[in-house]
C-alpha cells in the first residue's frame, strides 16, 4: 500500500538521521565533560601580585596528562610487591605474596620463567647491571638467578626458623659483585656473589623494608620499620648518617639517577625529599591518604612516581617538587606496591596488591607527528558503493526494536532477521546508532558487540570503526584505537567522516598527552568539515586548555550561534578573566573578561564567579576606580555574585564556600 511503503521509507530516512546525530551527541558530551574536569583538577600557582587575603580560592586550572594509562593484567596470583628491569629494557623481574618470581618478556607482555624457590612470599628482586643475573629474596634468604634462562645459580641461605631472618628487600651494586638483604629483623646482610657474608649491619628494631645503592656505588642506603633511613658508606660499611623525619615506618626509598637526591615514602602518608651527600631535608610532598608504599625516578630524574595503599598514583615535577598529576584509580583497592621506570623512559610499570601489573605511558609530545594521514577525499563515496535497500517488515521492526529497547548484550551478537543480502547496510546502520548509544551509557561490553556486529554487517561503515576506536581507548589500547583511526583515514571517505576520524584522532593523542599532534589534529578536523560546528567548538576547547585564551575566544567565535560554542567561549574568557586576577594582578581587565563571559553565556558560573571575586578584591582593597565606593556596597556585590556562581552550579564548591566566608 502506499501509505505503508511511505511510513517505511520515513522510518528509514529517521534512522539514518540519528547516526550522525548520534555520534555528535558522543562526541559533545565527552567534550564538554573535559571541559567540566577544568572544575575538578588540582588548584594551579597562588596570586603573583594580588594579595592572597583579598581574593577568594582560585578555580582550578586543568593540565594535560603527564602520564597516561595503558593497560592491565593479572601477573601473579598473589600481591605483586616487587619489580625491577633489566638495563636493556626486554627483561622484567617481578616478585609475589604466592611465593614465586617470574621473568617478563616486556614487549610481548607474557612471562618467560618461572622462578620457584622461596617457601613464602617473594618480597625483593633486583637485576644485575649486565643483564645477566636475577636476585629474589623471602624465606631461606636470597637466590640467584640466569635472567636469559630462569635456572637457579646460587643460594644464599638464612636460618628458616631464627625468628626475623626473612628477606624482606634485596639490592645489587651497580658493580655487580656484592648483593643486599634487608631483613624482617632489623638486619642488613652484604654478601658478595658467591654467598660469603661480607658485613651485617644494624637497621634497627622491626623490618627492613627498603634497600638502595646509589649510582655510583659508594653509598647504600636502608630504611625500615624503626622511622629512620641509614647512609652507609661502602667502602668500609661504616653508618655515615642517619635521617629522622617520618611519623611512620619507612616502605619505599628511592635514589635519583644523578645520585644527588633521595626520595622516600612510608606510613606517615608523605613523600619526602633529602639531599643525598650531606642528608639535607629538601621537600615534604603530601598526596596520599594512606601509606607511600613504591617510588621510582625516570631515567632523566625530572619525574617521580609514588603509589601507595590508597590507590593513587602521584606524578611528581623535579628538583621543585610541584605534583604534575594525580591519578585516582579505585581499580587497585589494595593499592599499589612497587614501580619501576623502563629504562628509555617511555614508560613505567606499576605493581599491585591485587596481583595485576599496570603499565603506563610518559607524555612525549610530537611524537605522533606528522600525522599518518594518507588521504581525505573531498566527496563521498560514489551512489553505486551501496545497494538500494527496502526492507520488508519483519526487518524494520527487528531493527526498530533494537533501537528502541534495551537489548541484552547478547541479542546483540547476531543481526536481526532478514533474508536479503541488500538489506545488510541498514542493518550495519542500526548496530551502529545502538552501538553509540550504548557507549554513551557505559556499557562498554553491549557496545563492543554492537560495533562487532556494525563492522562485519558493513566493514566501510565509519562510525563503526570510529566507535571501536574509542572503546579501544577507554580499555588503554591506545596502539590498537590510533591503528583503526589511521585505517580509516587512508580510505575515501567524506569529509564530516575524515573530521570525525581526526577528533577522535586527537583524543588519543591527549591521553597519551602529546599536546602537538592534539593541536594539529583538531586544526586539521576544523580545515576539512568547517561548517561543523561541534569540531570547531573541540578546538576552541582544546585551546583555552592549553592557555592560548586570544586563539581560543577567536575559534568559539565562529560556533558562538550554537550553545557549546557560548560556553567554550565563555569559559576562555573565564580563564583570562583569573590570569589576570590571580596572576597579574589586573582587577579591572579581569572584571571585563568576566563581563564578556557572561555575554557569550549568561550562565556561566565561572564568570559569576570571577565577577565575586572581583568585588571581594575591591572590598578588601578599600575600593578602585570604577568600582562601588565602599566596602560595604562591594562587598554586597560579591555575595550577589557568589550567590548567583552557586545557583548556576549547585555541584561547584567554590562559590558556595566563599558566600560562607564573606557571610561569616
Keep these: 500500500m502506499p501509505g505503508s511503503d511511505e511510513a517505511r521509507q520515513t522510518q528509514r530516512d529517521r534512522r539514518r538521521s540519528i547516526l550522525p546525530v548520534a555520534i555528535a551527541l558522543v562526541l559533545l558530551i565527552g567534550g564538554l565533560a573535559v571541559a567540566v574536569v577544568e572544575l575538578r583538577t588540582p588548584p594551579g600557582s597562588p596570586p603573583a601580585h594580588a594579595s592572597r587575603a583579598a581574593l577568594p580560592e582560585r578555580p582550578p586550572v586543568w593540565r594535560f596528562p603527564a602520564v597516561s594509562f595503558e593497560r592491565a593484567f593479572r601477573a601473579h596470583m598473589g600481591s605483586v610487591d616487587a619489580v625491577a628491569f633489566a638495563s636493556n629494557g626486554v627483561r622484567m623481574l617481578t616478585g609475589s605474596e604466592d611465593e614465586t618470581a617470574k ?35 623471602g624465606q631461606r634468604g636470597v637466590q640467584v638467578w640466569s635472567l636469559l634462562d630462569g ?48 658485613a651485617s649491619l644494624t637497621q634497627g628494631a622491626g623490618a627492613v623494608r627498603a634497600v ?31 635521617l629522622w623525619g617520618h611519623g611512620g615506618a619507612v616502605d619505599a626509598v628511592a635514589v635519583a639517577p644523578a645520585g644527588d637526591v633521595l626520595a622516600s615514602g612510608g606510613e606517615d602518608r608523605t613523600v619526602r625529599l633529602w639531599q643525598l651527600e650531606h642528608g639535607t631535608a629538601l621537600k615534604t610532598l603530601s598526596l596520599h591518604a594512606d601509606a607511600v608504599r613504591a617510588l621510582a625516578f625516570s631515567p632523566d630524574g625530572r619525574t ?27 581499580v587497585w583497592a589494595r593499592g599499589t606496591h612497587a614501580a619501576a621506570f623502563a629504562p628509555d623512559g617511555s614508560s613505567f610499570v606499576t605493581a599491585h596488591g591485587d596481583g595485576e601489573l599496570a603499565y603506563w605511558q610518559v607524555a612525549r609530545n610530537g611524537q605522533h607527528l606528522p600525522l599518518p594521514l594518507v588521504t581525505l577525499a573531498a566527496q563521498a563515496p560514489p551512489p553505486s558503493a551501496r545497494a538500494p535497500v527496502r526492507p520488508d517488515d519483519a526487518c524494520v521492526r527487528a531493527m526498530d526494536q533494537a533501537i528502541e529497547s534495551d537489548a541484552e548484550p547478547s541479542a546483540l551478537a547476531s543481526p536481526p532477521p532478514s533474508n536479503a543480502e541488500p538489506y545488510r547496510p541498514l542493518q550495519a546502520e542500526v548496530y551502529c546508532v545502538r552501538g553509540w548509544n550504548l557507549f554513551a551509557h557505559r556499557d562498554r561490553t553491549a557496545a563492543r558487540l554492537a560495533a562487532d556486529a556494525a563492522r ?35 580510505r575515501p571517505i567524506d569529509r564530516h567522516a575524515a573530521a570525525s576520524a581526526l577528533a577522535t584522532l586527537a583524543d588519543i593523542y591527549e591521553g597519551v598527552g602529546d599536546v602537538q599532534a592534539d593541536e594539529e589534529a583538531r586544526r586539521r578536523a576544523v580545515e576539512v568539515d568547517p561548517e561543523a560546528a561541534l569540531f570547531t567548538t573541540q578546538y576552541a576547547l582544546f585551546l583555552t586548555r592549553k592557555g592560548d585564551l586570544d586563539q581560543a575566544i577567536s ?29 597579574r594582578g589586573q582587577p579591572e581587565s579581569a572584571a571585563k573578561a568576566f563581563e564578556d563571559a557572561l555575554s557569550a553565556d549568561s550562565e556561566s558560573a565561572c564568570g559569576a564567579y570571577g565577577l565575586g571575586a572581583y568585588y571581594q578584591f575591591v572590598a578588601r582593597r578599600g575600593g578602585a576606580g570604577g568600582a562601588p565606593a565602599t566596602y560595604e556596597q562591594a562587598l554586597r556585590q560579591a555575595r550577589s555574585w557568589y550567590a548567583r556562581a552557586a545557583g548556576l552550579d549547585p555541584t561547584g564548591p567554590l562559590p558556595s564556600r566563599a558566600l560562607a566566608a564573606l557571610s561569616n
Design 103 to 137: 621473568v617478563w618478556d616486556v614487549r610481548q607482555r607474557r612471562p618467560l620463567h618461572v622462578l620457584r624457590g622461596h617457601p613464602g612470599a617473594v618480597k625483593g628482586v633486583a637485576v644485575t647491571n649486565d643483564g645477566r643475573l636475577a636476585v629474589t629474596g
Design 151 to 198: 635456572k637457579p645459580v646460587r643460594t644464599i641461605e638464612t636460618d628458616a626458623d631464627a625468628e626475623g631472618e626473612r628477606i624482606v628487600s634485596v639490592a645489587v651494586s651497580p658493580s655487580g659483585r656484592t648483593l643486599v638483604g634487608g631483613t624482617e629483623g632489623g638486619a642488613v646482610d652484604v654478601w658478595s656473589f658467591d654467598g660469603t657474608l661480607v
Design 212 to 242: 638502595v645503592f646509589s649510582p655510583d656505588g659508594t653509598r647504600l642506603v636502608s630504611a625500615g620499620d624503626d622511622s629512620t633511613l641509614k647512609l652507609w658508606d661502602v667502602a668500609d660499611w661504616t653508618l655515615r648518617q642517619t
Design 304 to 330: 617521580l612516581v609514588s603509589g601507595g595503599a590508597d590507590a593513587l598514583l602521584g606524578v611528581w615535577s623535579l628538583p621543585d617538587g610541584t605534583l604534575k598529576q594525580r591519578v585516582d584509580s579505585n
Design 456 to 490: 562485519r554487517l558493513a566493514p566501510g561503515l565509519v562510525p563503526a570503526a570510529l566507535l571501536s576506536a574509542h572503546l579501544l581507548l577507554q580499555e588503554g589500547d591506545t596502539e590498537e584505537s590510533e591503528k583503526t583511526v589511521v585505517e580509516t583515514l587512508s
Design 555 to 583: 575559534v568559539a567565535a565562529r560556533a558562538l550561534a550554537t550553545p557549546a560554542g557560548a560556553r567554550v567561549m565563555a569559559g576562555a574568557y573565564c580563564r583570562k578573566g583569573e590570569q589576570l586576577l590571580w596572576d
